[in-house]
């Protein structure tokens, strides 16, 4: 998707303390018999280096354990786990955007993606592509940032 360089399983996200990533990464999406998986902002607390994280760090590591969280044991994600993703962590840029053009063009093109699955780099840029066409970017510009 995209044309993005794959990126490898050697860039994942190490937890502090946890020499390798687990075998099968604890899916957002498991039936209630499943055990119960930890929250991103647990996942978030554990990480060392975060503690002293900017905003914008501990953002794009929200967006990784989201990523890590939902995808399968070979860190990817299926096109049906990307647009649940859309509508239920990510449904503020993407409401009102179902109509639009660039929107169905967007996934559309999801839906032809080759492997028919994502990895984290398309994943990111399928986000940065809603964000920068949504209605909520435009109310976020707006925002006053100084008194």
Known sequence: MCGCVHSTQDQALRLEGEPNPPAAPTSTLAPKNMPKSISISKQLASIK???K???LEKAIATAALVFRNSSDPDGKL???TA?????TQFKNFAEGQETKARYKDLLSELDEHTE???DFEDFMVLLLSVTIMSDLLQNIWSVKITQ
Do not use: I, M
Request: proline share 0%; charged share 30%.
């Open 116 to 118: 028919n699955k994502l």
């Open 49 to 51: 280096a975060l503690r």
């Open 78 to 80: 299926g096109k049906a």
């Open 53 to 55: 994280g900017s905003d």
């Open 83 to 87: 647009k649940n993703l859309l509508q």
